[in-house]
């Protein structure tokens, strides 16, 4: 996998777009996003599927329901995974360094895990029975304006504001935070991390640096997912992965991830270790 835009431009770029303008994705930046979509792989290994709907082809592509969250969009991708160990950090790897590609060509998106019609996406996207289904995103033009609903949206889930520092990166443990100047060329990687989006935007990624390795936790949110058969927000942790891997790629800081290097350290409260990443 080739990633040939600057992280940060693209991570700064990306917003979720909810309204969308008339005006169509052109046909040859469509095709060069399902080559790019072709290329893509994870640090995880499981395979990810994506399914393409558009305008075009299907009539009723406006009719599928967002409960109103999304307007005027005409172009719909979607990813399905059998459920496995690291299958959610995977997907949300994958459907993140596409994101941040559609940004970087000035194309807006918006992560939908939860308010969307799963049924009748799944049958317009011939979804296999059995398959998780687990998120769609809407891509085209951005318009002109916010809706009304998409306002309110973002100032109750605070979407414009994001956890300082403090709160999320720490070092030898949970009780002491990591500072910037502590962090050293990892503080970069880091706080790309802290720029991304989550569900209901809860950041629920922990860091903790030890010995030159990060090791990623969940704070789990109780009861957050328990509407859906598997936890989104270790999704959440998959974007957190592609945000540092394609930062230290860019900056050639050396590493892989393990998800069998739990440093076995106390955990306060909801934490989950989910994996780590070694410096080489
Ligand atoms: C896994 C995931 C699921 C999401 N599900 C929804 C959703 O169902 N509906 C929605 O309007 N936004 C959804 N979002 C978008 C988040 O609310 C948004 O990313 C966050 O509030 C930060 O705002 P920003 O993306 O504009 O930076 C989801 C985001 C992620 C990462």
Not at 55 to 78: R, W
């Amino acid at each position: 996998m080739n990633i040939s835009f600057n992280v940060e431009d693209a991570v700064r770029k990306r917003y979720s777009v909810r309204n969308y303008s008339h005006k169509d994705v052109e046909t040859e930046k469509r095709d060069k996003i399902e080559a790019f979509i072709r290329a893509l792989e994870n640090p995880f290994g499981n395979r990810i599927n994506f399914h393409y709907l558009d305008g075009s082809g299907i009539k009723d592509v406006e009719k599928l329901g967002t409960y109103g969250v999304i307007k005027g969009a005409k172009h719909y991708i979607g990813t399905t995974i059998k459920l496995a160990d690291m299958a959610l950090e995977a997907l949300g790897y994958e459907f993140e360094v596409m994101i941040l590609y559609l940004a970087h060509l000035g194309i807006g998106t918006c992560w939908l895990g939860g308010t969307f019609d799963r049924k009748g996406f799944a049958e317009a996207m011939k979804v296999d029975e059995g398959d998780l289904f687990p998120v769609i995103s809407p891509y085209g033009y951005a318009a002109d304006k916010k809706h009304i609903k998409e306002m309110a949206m973002r100032k109750v889930i605070k979407a414009d504001q994001r956890k300082p520092w403090k709160e999320l990166f720490f070092k030898d443990g949970f009780s002491t935070p990591l500072t910037e100047d502590e962090a050293g060329d990892l503080a970069f990687p880091l706080e790309m991390i802290r720029l991304g989006p989550s569900a209901s935007n809860k950041q629920p990624w922990r860091i903790v640096l030890m010995d030159g390795n990060l090791h990623f936790y969940e704070d789990r949110e109780p009861g957050y997912s328990d509407r859906f058969p598997y936890d989104i927000q270790r999704v959440d942790m998959g974007i957190a992965a592609a945000h540092f891997d394609l930062s230290v790629k860019e900056k050639e800081i050396k590493g892989y991830f393990d998800k069998d290097s739990n440093p076995g350290i106390t955990l306060p409260g909801n934490m989950e270790y989910v994996f780590s990443w070694i410096r080489d």
